[in-house]
């Protein structure tokens, strides 16, 4: 419940206004709102004490991301990966930034460092599958849509459509 949340961090930010958990904390309740003006707010305070908290300059792109702010997503994405290098999310992260940016082999290639770090990232072979298919590469499309779905079941998530045939249906 994001609106209990937020209040419990409101009226705990009143005894310790410097906590950089509980403004990140806030920052993030605000982001999930959609109240991401407020969000930045938090942030903003956080970011002062705490300059070098990867998960900072994380929410900062992802909410960069809604204002279209796509070079402030992408250099607050690199830096949180230099300061958090084996988080596979924020390879994924920047690499789903640069598919929406049509930059299609920064995106393999960013992908492809989430895999190094986690291979079993069914999230990562879903956009890779995608980002093949947009290079209308049907055989690394199905390939990586088939390893997303394996993934998924084995981790026992339920696949809300059939990847491996929407993959066939666009390329052969």
Known sequence: NY???LSRASADLKQTPDSVELLYLGAFLHYRRGENKDSMLFLSKAYKLAPDDWRIHQLFALNYITFNMNEAVEAEL?????LNPTNAELEYQLGRLYFTLNRFDKSIETMQRALAITPDYPEVYDSLGLTYEALQDGKQAEANFAKAVE???KQGTKDPWPLINYAKALFF
């Open 3 to 5: 609106d209990s949340g």
């Open 151 to 153: 993934l998924d079941r």
């Open 78 to 82: 690199k830096k949180a990966i230099v």
